[in-house]
């Protein structure tokens, strides 16, 4: 039972570079997201989706990209990285909330920096 | 959307129970409250939820009072496993979930 699974685990990207963090969960969750954490601070919602071919903005969204590719899979892109998005990513998946909310479930993080 | 606010910080000596408050004050109807757990270089994990009065798992207690305009996360006889932030999150029906800054908390022993 893998859960929340992101790949890569660690990457660096020179200034410019675009690059796609992927993330798939096997819980059949239909919410899914993506945050960023830098150093000594809380997670910031970069982007969201409540299904399949839904995705909406969370609170820093600008420089980021996101696909929701099928229930499984939902990927965030970087068209053209730069020094202040170096990050922690981490995506989560829930059940959608509703009457009765659920725990969401993390991911490992991808440690992305950027040169 | 309801914002939440918690202590930066806080520290506790091993086998004393930690109380972390969390202001909520315009929390809505169909909101719960939830608590997350994260460890360095982990993703954050669900601890307890609640809605209202007390909820109890075998991890923590969570107070909520009538006008659930705040909510304590109670940590029994902390250990030093339990050094990490802990987060409080007003979750709505809505789908999104908002993380604030947290609360760090420190165990000395």
């Known amino acids: 039972n893998a859960g929340v699974t992101q790949t890569p685990k660690f990457q660096v990207l020179k200034t410019g570079q675009s690059m796609t963090l992927q993330c798939a969960q096997d819980?059949?969750?239909?919410?899914m997201y993506w945050y960023r954490q830098d150093p000594g601070m809380g997670l910031r919602l970069i982007y969201y989706?409540?299904?399949?071919?839904?995705?909406d903005k969370g609170e820093v969204p600008n420089g980021y990209n996101v696909s929701r590719l099928n229930k499984r899979e939902f990927s965030l892109r970087l068209e053209s990285a730069a020094p202040s998005q170096t990050s922690v990513y981490f995506c989560?998946?829930?059940?959608?909330?509703?009457?009765?909310?659920?725990?969401?479930?993390f991911g490992q993080g991808t440690r992305l920096t950027v040169v | 959307l309801a914002k939440t606010t918690q202590p930066i910080s806080m520290d506790s000596y091993e086998g004393q129970e930690v109380n972390i408050t969390c202001s909520h004050n315009?929390?809505?109807?169909?909101?719960?409250i939830t608590w997350y757990q994260q460890f360095p270089s982990q993703g954050p994990r669900f601890i307890i939820q609640?809605?209202?009065t007390k909820v109890t798992n075998e991890v923590a207690s969570l107070f909520i009072p009538a006008d659930r305009k705040s909510s304590t996360l109670s940590l029994p006889r902390v250990s030093l496993s339990d050094t990490a932030v802990y987060y409080c999150?007003?979750?709505?029906?809505?789908?999104?979930?908002?993380f604030g800054t947290g609360t760090r908390l420190t165990v000395i022993p």
């Open positions: 989560a998946s829930r059940v959608l909330g509703g009457q009765g909310s659920t725990e969401a479930f």
């Open positions: 819980m059949n969750h239909n919410s």
């Open positions: 989706s409540a299904s399949e071919g839904t995705t």
């Open positions: 315009n929390i809505a109807t169909n909101d719960y």
């Open positions: 609640g809605y209202k």
């Open positions: 999150l007003v979750v709505p029906g809505a789908n999104n979930l908002f």
